[in-house]
């Protein structure tokens, strides 16, 4: 019974608000809070997160192991704790992250439009073997080798050449473009729909010029980027 | 089309530490692409110039080291051995008989990779960073542990490629292992380059390997049958300068260290081409 309401998520303006209950003991508490964000799949990569302790008093050795829990396995970016314990507050200070009493309730506020804003940005190649995954957009300044991948909730632009996989649109986001300056993926998927390299469209991807990819009518078309952006993106 | 000599530079020679030896890793992600080749001859030629350089063979079960430094007959004791506690380190270290600087610890061919526990191999590297400028370590091929035991002494790493798309891709696979674990890779060896096939569009050519990986080229080596001959009679190329791999080898170490050198001629388009590229036909 008590095990459901363990580890609580919710969706804030940063990212993500979790509170971890304060009665249960650390040792059952760092399975869950495993088992939680296992369950959650791709949505939780790269996530700030806030994590609300509560009055649970605890070491610092046990406050590492749960950051280093979230921050190895899922990538998370600590923003800040919430604890009513001085000593934990002190702890937390040491260690270098930010601590508070209490969540302020315009943190708390989340609507759809932040989604659209949600964007990861990677400042260098995606190397083969590499494989990013994030909820939102990703935006990658540099290339996207062979043998790369980058599953997205979102769009995806890809500044130098893609030739990896990508996959845009996971969640059912229909509307979502992979947009490049060098267009060559070897494999390219938008939301359930892979795109099939008809000869149109191998000889659109062989100019070598900026090109979009969308969905319509269930089929994955490619343009110029030119001419796309001139339509008015439709 | 960019000049090939804006991109012959190396950042891996740069030292931040003066005291420590840099440790540096030679990988290649396919077998048999040079890596030992380009290892042995880096760190004898550096050897040569002055430099206290040791090698370290951490191909455990297959090692190849030893045959090309021409130390076959003088291994007694190995990395293992050491990790293990059963001999000292300076009794397992093997200088060159005409190099002093350079001393070569063997891998041992009985184990198997999981011996070279990272403990004790970060031990061995610690003891030996104080005396030497730089530490070569030669990767065994492929992704598996052997690479992995690396990954926690390694500062730097060279990548040996062949102009061939399956070496690139593969380099480019092993990059991103080195990446993920922090270990930024900047530098490439080209090995088994032949001008007049890559121009033919047989092999890959410079310009295109450096859009794949985008790295500093350190050098380039030429398809060279005396590679084969030294490999056999245990007697390495820099050893004997007359050969164009050697002289290749040569430069690419003057490159290590900082200083501006110009490709090989052997790697220039001839006289006629390269007037007529300018006259425009």
């Known amino acids: ?234 | 089309m960019t000049d090939i000599n804006s991109f012959l530079k190396s950042d891996v020679g740069y030292k931040t530490n003066p005291d420590l030896a840099k440790v540096i890793a030679v990988i290649s992600g396919k077998g048999g692409v040079g890596k030992t080749t380009a290892c042995a001859n880096l760190a004898l030629a550096l050897a040569m110039s002055g430099l206290k350089i040791a090698v370290i063979d951490t191909d455990i079960g297959l090692r190849n080291l030893d045959i090309i430094l021409g130390y076959s007959d003088r291994i007694y004791h190995n990395v293992i051995d050491v990790i293990d506690g059963t001999c000292s380190l300076s009794e397992a270290l093997i200088p060159d008989k005409d190099v002093p600087n350079l001393v070569f610890l063997p891998a041992s061919q009985i184990h198997e990779k999981g011996a070279l526990k990272t403990k004790g191999f970060t031990r061995v590297i610690d003891a030996l960073k104080p005396e030497y400028n730089y530490i070569f370590l030669d990767a065994p091929a492929g992704i598996g542990q052997g690479l992995k035991n690396l990954i926690s002494v390694t500062d730097s790493a060279i990548v040996v490629v062949n102009p061939d798309k399956s070496s690139v891709l593969g380099a480019d696979r092993v990059i991103g292992i080195f990446e993920n674990h922090n270990i930024q890779v900047t530098d490439m060896i080209i090995n088994r380059y032949n001008i007049e096939s890559a121009n033919k569009g047989d092999l890959l050519t410079i310009h295109k390997i450096n859009e794949i990986l985008g790295l500093n080229l350190l050098g380039v080596v030429p398809e060279d049958s005396s590679v084969t001959a030294a490999l056999n009679s245990g007697i390495p190329l820099v050893k004997k300068q007359n050969t164009p791999a050697g002289k290749a080898f040569i430069n690419i170490s003057r490159r290590f260290l900082g200083k501006n050198v110009t490709l090989l001629y052997v790697f220039r388009d001839n006289f006629w081409s390269r007037m007529m590229g300018k006259i425009g036909f």
């Open chain 1, 1 to 234: 019974m008590y095990e459901e309401k363990a580890v609580t998520l919710q969706r804030i303006r940063s990212g993500l608000y979790i509170v971890l209950d304060d009665r249960i003991p650390f040792y059952n508490l760092k399975k869950l809070f495993y088992k939680k964000l296992q369950s959650m799949d791709s949505y939780i990569f790269h996530t700030n997160v806030i994590m609300n302790f509560g009055s649970r008093e605890m070491r610092d050795s046990d406050l590492k192991e749960i950051i280093t829990l979230g921050e190895d396995n899922f990538k998370l970016n600590l923003l800040k704790i919430i604890t009513k314990v001085p000593e934990l507050k002190e702890i937390a200070k040491k260690r270098g992250y930010k601590a508070e009493d209490f969540i302020e309730k315009s943190e708390l506020e989340f609507s759809e439009d932040v989604l659209n804003e949600d964007t990861l940005w990677i400042k260098k190649s995606i190397r083969s073997g590499q494989l990013t995954e994030y909820r939102g957009n990703v935006v990658v300044l540099g290339d996207v080798n062979v043998g790369a991948r980058i599953i997205a909730g979102g769009n995806i632009l890809v500044m130098g050449v893609l030739r990896g996989d990508v996959w845009a649109g996971k969640d059912g986001n229909l509307g979502a473009n992979v947009i490049s300056s060098f267009f060559g993926p070897s494999q390219l998927r938008i939301y359930d729909t892979y795109l099939l390299k008809s000869e149109e469209i191998l000889k659109e991807i062989k100019e070598n010029m900026p090109a979009v990819a969308f969905l319509k009518n269930n089929t994955i078309f490619v343009k110029e980027y030119k001419e796309w952006s001139l339509r008015g993106a439709k």
